[in-house]
């Protein structure tokens, strides 16, 4: 069995942002070479999220703003406070407590080399504190 | 909107080539996050609705050996943004710091001066070192942000950075424009006295000690200072600044944002306080 981890830039430009990253899954996959299998889409930050949904602007915009509404701002949260081993404010529990709603994996099966992939499935990754440049892993398992 | 107060000791094109500036920001400043390229910096301003950002460095040589971010690495991200607007920083215990603060803004065109007693361990009130310098901002008109209040860097020393030590320095040199940052937070009441006496002293606004910046301004410029006093009698000196990367400046916007400060106040704090107080050109009176 094969193990390839590959891990992908992004450079979000907004607080909160939903990035299309299906096709550059897929390249992955492809470039894996890797027939049958199952391949793996985190992120290693805890203020973001992936998420699979329909690419379309509008349901893009109604995701963001129902995790706004069920994680508002305006509440006294306790990560709220100066964190030594950052050096930097922990201020943003709004975001880690979005990530934690959205999820931060997903998966798809691979037959004959390609994602088994739904016709309206995107892979979105989710940026919940931006702008900041983040990464995301795609592991790919397989013969 | 101008923000007053930004450290780019995390902007990733400084730290390439310059180990030392990587230790300096980790075991002097105290900040150990990762590095994100300059593109991303200007990301949170624009997020943050920022047109122009100051950035400081500060000169530790004496204190610590090092600096955290040099006057020439300021001036190289001038080059890479004009929205940059770049301070200096020189260490008082050198006998050329004079002089070398005005080279650096006669041939960076840096704009005004940073210096953190508490950081760099020096004295404020210090005749034979540290009033060449204020002397030299005199004479090159431009404005000196000194530290005063909470240091959240790990060497910092607060008992060098009391706002009212600042006092003999205003009678010393009455035309020095001097701005005050975090409202001297916890020392508020001194800073508001001094400000209260001295129009030449300003204050900012990145006030961070427990909470979000929108909690941490709303107890001191609400319930602590009271908003009236500032519409008032601080109105022209008063400066919106965000500490970053200490914090995030979207969220001092944010906060700002809830204050809920006449539309007037607001963007003299937001734009034409700085504006006057850098030179600019533009500002209102």
């Known amino acids: 069995m094969r193990s390839i981890v590959t ?13 299309d990253i299906t096709h550059r899954v897929q390249d992955v996959v492809r470039d894996a070479g890797v027939s049958s299998g199952v391949v793996y889409i985190n992120t290693l930050h805890t203020t973001t999220g992936i998420t699979i949904n329909e690419g379309l602007p509008d349901v893009e915009d109604d995701i ?50 390609e994602m088994v992939r739904g016709q309206r499935q995107t892979i979105y990754f989710v940026e919940l504190d931006g702008p900041l440049h983040r990464e995301a892993v795609v592991h790919v398992m397989g013969e | 909107v101008i923000d007053i107060h930004t450290h780019p000791v995390g902007i990733a094109e400084l730290h ?29 301003l624009d997020e943050a609705g920022i047109d122009e ?6 000169d530790c040589t004496t204190a610590h050996g090092c600096k955290i971010v040099t006057n020439e690495q300021v001036a190289q991200l001038m080059e890479l943004s004009a929205r940059i607007i770049g301070f200096a920083s020189v260490d008082p215990g050198e006998p050329d710091a004079p002089e070398t603060l005005r080279r650096a803004v006669r041939e960076y065109g840096l704009r005004g001066l940073k210096l953190d007693p508490s950081l760099q361990q020096f004295a404020v009130g210090d005749r034979e070192r540290a009033f060449p310098v204020y002397e030299a901002c005199t004479d090159l008109d431009i404005p000196v942000m000194i530290h005063c209040g909470l240091n959240w860097a790990p060497r910092g020393m607060a008992a060098l950075a009391r706002p009212i030590l600042l006092e003999e320095v205003l009678q010393a040199f009455p035309d020095l424009k001097i701005i005050i940052p975090h409202f001297g937070w916890p020392w508020v009441d001194e800073t508001v006295m001094l400000a209260l006496k001295h129009p030449n002293v300003h204050v ?54 809830e204050l809920g400060l006449r539309p007037q ?10 504006m006057n107080v850098l030179g600019l050109g533009g500002g209102e009176r």
């Open chain 1, 7 to 19: 891990r992908i830039g992004v450079d979000t430009h907004h607080d909160a942002e939903m990035i």
């Open chain 1, 64 to 113: 963001l703003g129902f995790l706004s509404r069920l994680v508002p701002r305006d509440h006294p949260y306790r990560h709220s406070r100066f964190l030594p081993s950052d050096g930097e404010m922990a201020v943003n529990a709004t975001s880690h407590l979005r990530s934690a709603l959205l999820g931060m994996q997903v998966s798809f099966p691979i037959e004959n080399g």
């Open chain 2, 16 to 44: 390439e080539g310059s180990p030392d500036l990587t230790r300096a920001v980790r075991e002097v400043y105290g900040r150990h996050m990762p590095l994100q390229p300059l593109t991303t910096y200007l990301a949170q």
């Open chain 2, 53 to 58: 950002a100051v950035a400081l460095p500060i």
């Open chain 2, 204 to 257: 900012d606004t990145s006030i961070l000690y427990s909470g979000t910046p929108a909690e941490s301004m709303m107890r001191v410029l609400v319930d602590l200072v009271g908003i009236d006093l500032i519409d008032r009698s601080l109105g022209s000196q008063v400066l919106f600044g965000s500490d970053y990367p200490r914090v995030e400046p979207k969220r001092f916007v944010w906060g700002f944002d």
């Open chain 2, 265 to 274: 106040l607001e963007e003299k704090i937001r734009r034409t306080n700085a």
